[in-house]
């Protein structure tokens, strides 16, 4: 059961599809302070609070601090706060049992334990929500309650599936030959090559440089002809420049968001000077989608959306100030104390993403003129928003892979999320795996991590880790940043170990894709806790390092630098399997309890649930080497069967009945 309750004036935000209607009296479960802008849960001691999607720590949220406001924020340590994306719902299991989803486009904050151990506080910045209680028969009832409230999950096309390659630092054809003559050489299977900003014409929006991808037409036919497809990066700001038929146009129609004063608004990011589409402004969001065409008619296929919190690196009137402060501080004095060397060095780091910036400009919405900082969440949701809505429009009839950095709930039914600028941390693969069931929740299905890291250098045995997860999320993506040491797998001496688990990934190909489409037509969730399959388990409600992959797998992946294994328990009787590689698995049967399973670096370890099996393919070199029609089945105990959902991976047809088959034993 679902009941909405408004305060305030409510921003419509478009997250949820149909509006239960308002109910009248109090809010369950919580304590209202109008005043105070809060509500608040009195916890018991053995509660779990689950979701807040994309976020830091663990699976069970108490003990922090949490606000909702999309942040320009790449170090994702325990201590952070904000994120890319602002995922406002929130399970909680124990005595009581109810999701919560605050449908707020300002932001949130979630004291989950943090203040006191036993109180989950949630604080506005204006009183201005609606907030949904969903009751259900236990946590995975309720988030399909939620799922269908908030609308199906986006549907990737098959081959996004496949693995990808990025960098930033792929500066020209010829870098991206060469990572593709790699991997084809060495037999290490791949779709995807990414194309960070320097692909563009000096970082301009739907541009590409000429000197350096001449003709690229030609060049995505010929990156097609061996089944690699090429995925662009879109920015959210538009460089100011007369001349630019982006800027010309949005200037002229006044597709801009501006100050206070109706002047278009401008801060700097990569171009430098750049401007802001209103994605608030559905004309303006039309436009904006309309422009991915230029690239679609080139022959690219997917995107993935970046900078899009928004991230500003500063505000011309900020960095103004700060350098006349600076010249002050260092024309004035050689010799600077401690106090006045902080302040000097606080100038230089309160000029990105200052708060007091995103107050500094406005949208022109159908329900009327608003501060930046009071829809703030929504801006990234409503970029991918336009690109999704003019794919609609612009291939009816075919799937276009896109997602996004930034994120709000609401979006997820336009395109997925990579979980952001992470850092080549041993901690960073736990936190991979705990942001994929939260995500879960939030109808984000088509997500995963940046393998191996994106920032700071990274080790052999750190990314072989990295991947023995990695090859499981649906977005299986090797990204690093520039200057970073390179990562491809064929930089390494222990190519064999990643072509083997590439390898698995394409023999796995037929059971994630099936059980990532039927989670987004169904509106479940393709990664579990494991308490949400065995409720009275106490063990089950701690335990973080392993998940349910669909109804059939369970994942534990090792994260632990030098680690020879690692410790698991089995909530029931399982069958173990180690992949050998050449479609050959090791099969060991395993009681309930707690086990030792030693993982050698380079070696995958599953486990596969009594009573179910999965399918299987031989592999290939790409998506399309994949047969899907004539499958294997991997087994345990009688009468073991499956629902095998398959398509052909492109078309939108997903309710087609023949889509479905039962497979058996």
Not at 376 to 388: E, Q, S, V
Request: charged content about 25%; some cysteine; proline content about 4%.
């Amino acid at each position: 059961m679902i009941r909405r309750y408004c305060f305030g004036r409510v921003f419509e935000t478009d997250a949820v599809q149909k509006k239960p209607e308002a109910q009248a009296g109090a809010l369950p479960y919580f304590s209202v302070n109008e005043e105070e802008m809060s509500l608040t849960f009195s916890m018991e001691k053995d509660d779990i609070v689950y979701g807040l999607g994309e976020n830091v720590r663990g699976i069970n949220k108490r003990g922090w601090m949490y606000k909702s406001k999309c942040s320009d924020q790449p170090h994702h340590h325990e201590d952070t706060q904000s994120m890319y994306a602002a995922h406002n719902f929130i399970l909680v299991s124990g005595k009581e049992q109810f999701g919560l989803f605050i449908d707020y486009p300002g932001i949130l904050t979630f004291d989950v334990g943090y203040t006191d151990l036993s109180v989950l506080k949630i604080t506005a910045s204006d009183w201005n929500l609606d907030i949904y209680v969903i009751e259900g028969e236990n946590p995975r009832d309720i988030v399909r309650q939620f799922r269908a409230l908030i609308g199906r999950s986006y549907i990737a096309p098959r081959w996004a599936l496949g693995a990808g390659q990025s960098r930033w630092g792929y500066m020209n054809r010829d870098d991206v030959r060469e990572v593709v003559r790699q991997y084809r050489s060495l037999g290490l299977p791949l779709d995807m090559v990414y194309l960070d900003i320097d692909y563009m014409e000096r970082y301009k929006d739907f541009t590409v440089n000429e000197e350096r991808f001449p003709d690229f037409t030609a060049f995505n036919e010929e990156m097609k002809e061996q089944n690699i497809r090429l995925i662009p990066i879109i920015d959210a700001a538009v460089k100011e420049e007369k001349g630019y038929p982006v800027y010309d146009e949005g200037i002229e129609k006044g597709y801009f968001c501006t100050d206070e004063n109706g002047k278009p608004f401008v801060g700097a990011v990569w171009p430098g000077r750049s401007l802001f589409t209103d994605m608030l402004n559905p004309e303006a969001r039309d436009w904006f989608g309309n422009q991915y065409k230029v690239l679609l008619d080139q022959g690219v296929e997917g995107f993935w959306n970046d900078m899009n919190e928004p991230a500003i690196f500063y505000a011309e009137d900020r960095l103004a100030d700060s350098l006349s402060e600076i010249a002050k501080l260092a024309g004035t004095q050689q010799n600077l104390s401690i106090e006045q060397f902080r302040e000097f060095m606080g100038l230089f780091s309160s000029l990105s993403g200052n708060p007091d910036d995103y107050r500094k400009f406005w949208h022109d919405t159908p329900q009327g003129r608003f501060r930046h900082d009071q829809v703030h969440n929504l801006y990234g949701y409503n970029m991918t928003r336009a690109a999704g809505e003019a794919f609609e429009r612009l291939e009816p009839d075919k799937r276009i892979l896109l997602f996004s950095r930034a994120s709000y709930i609401g979006m997820h039914r336009y395109g997925g999320i990579w979980q952001g600028d992470n850092k080549s941390w041993w901690s960073h693969i736990l936190l991979n795996l705990h942001m994929m069931p939260s995500l879960n929740m939030c109808g984000f299905l088509y997500t995963g991590a940046d393998l191996g890291g994106f920032g700071c250098d990274t080790t052999e045995d750190l990314v072989l880790r990295w991947y023995a997860l990695g090859v499981f999320t649906p977005l299986m993506r090797n990204h690093a940043a520039f200057r970073t040491r390179e990562q491809e797998p064929y930089q390494f001496k222990d190519i064999d170990s990643f072509r083997r688990i590439l390898q698995l990934r394409y023999c796995l190909l037929p059971y994630l894709y099936s059980e990532y489409m039927k989670a987004a037509i169904d509106g479940d969730m393709m990664f579990r806790p494991l308490s949400f399959d065995h409720p009275d388990d106490k063990r089950c409600r701690t335990i973080e390092d392993q998940l349910y992959l669909g109804n059939e797998l369970m994942i534990a992946p090792v994260y632990e630098q030098n680690a020879a294994g690692r410790y698991v328990y089995l909530p029931e009787r399982m069958k173990m399997l180690r992949w050998l590689g050449d479609g050959k698995f090791e099969e060991t049967v395993l009681e309930k309890g707690d086990h030792y399973i030693e993982v050698p670096l380079g070696d995958v370890v599953f486990f596969l649930r009594e009573g179910h099996l999965i399918p299987v393919s031989s592999g290939g070199q790409c998506e399309a080497e994949v047969d899907f029609e004539h499958v294997n089945t991997l087994s345990f105990g009688e009468g073991a069967q499956y629902e095998y959902y398959h398509d052909d991976g492109v078309s939108r047809n997903y309710e087609a009945k023949e889509n479905r088959t039962i497979l058996r034993a």
